[in-house]
């Protein structure tokens, strides 16, 4: 696992997104998983403009969103696909056949979650993974627990998390639903390259903990450790309980 520490998040969102630009120059049918939460905001930013600036071409590639929350549909502004649509992918030139993102609405979840593994291989797996780190050290929604679902599943939301997120829902957190569908710590660990990008202090300390603390399915980032090709990417105020 390699870490870099960077200034601050704006330089540390444009150093990634000149490296994927640079990935789909030499891989133009990248497929990439991408995140919600207000993480990636300035990395989806920075995309943007390499694009507009002729230097990321993403028509050739191939998006699976991480995560959505149970009952949401695409269209409804709350739901993860509908972040992504308006932070990156209604202002590049991703193929909409090729976004793929889980339906939070599907009548039955266990066949969409099958479904979206069977499409995950059908696009050749992911070559890139970019993953943002909750506080309680959630990656996707996979949440701390003694055992997790390799797979992509559906997941029961903590209390803490669905706080976390009830900006989306009027900031009441009783109204962020209680399930959501998710990338399983497996199939994000099947990407041939993983960017975990975690910034400001409020992270600090989770970001300790999933880096120099046990590697256990409690911190589910510190799993990131046993892959082979994991990039770390922070801002100083995270790096700063690694840096004392
Ligand atoms: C959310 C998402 C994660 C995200 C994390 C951190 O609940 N499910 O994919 O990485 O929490 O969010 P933020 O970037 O807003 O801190």
Redesign the pocket.
């Known amino acids: 696992m390699r870490v870099v520490v960077l200034d601050g998040a704006r330089a540390a969102s444009e150093a990634v997104a000149n490296f994927v630009a640079r990935l789909l120059e030499v891989t133009p049918d990248l497929v990439l998983a991408l995140?919600?939460?207000?993480?990636p905001i300035a990395l989806y930013g920075a995309l943007m403009d390499c694009h507009r600036s002729g230097r990321a071409d993403f028509g050739q590639a191939t998006v699976f969103g991480?995560?959505e929350f149970l009952g949401l549909r695409a269209s409804d502004p709350r739901s993860f696909r509908a972040f992504l649509g308006r932070h990156l992918l209604d202002h590049v030139n991703v193929s909409r056949q090729r976004i793929h993102g889980l339906n939070g609405a599907a009548g039955d979840w266990k066949k969409e979650v099958a479904a979206y593994e069977r499409q995950i291989a059908r696009a050749g797996g992911l070559d890139l993974a970019i993953?943002?780190?909750?506080r309680n050290g959630?990656v996707?929604?996979n949440e701390p627990a003694e055992k997790l679902p390799p797979r992509t599943h559906r997941v029961r939301l903590r209390p803490d998390?669905r706080r976390?997120?009830a900006a989306t829902f009027g900031g009441q957190w009783r109204d962020v639903p209680t399930h959501a569908l998710s990338m399983g710590m497996g199939t994000i660990m099947n990407a041939r390259g993983v960017i975990l990008l975690a910034f400001g202090r409020h992270k600090a300390s989770i970001v300790r903990r999933a880096l120099t603390g046990p590697v256990t399915t409690v911190v589910p980032a510190s799993l990131l450790r046993l892959h082979p090709n994991v990039v770390v990417v922070l801002d100083r105020a995270a790096a700063r309980s690694l840096l004392q």
């Open positions: 995140p919600a939460g207000r993480t991480l995560d993953v943002g780190i909750g959630h996707g929604f998390t976390a997120n």
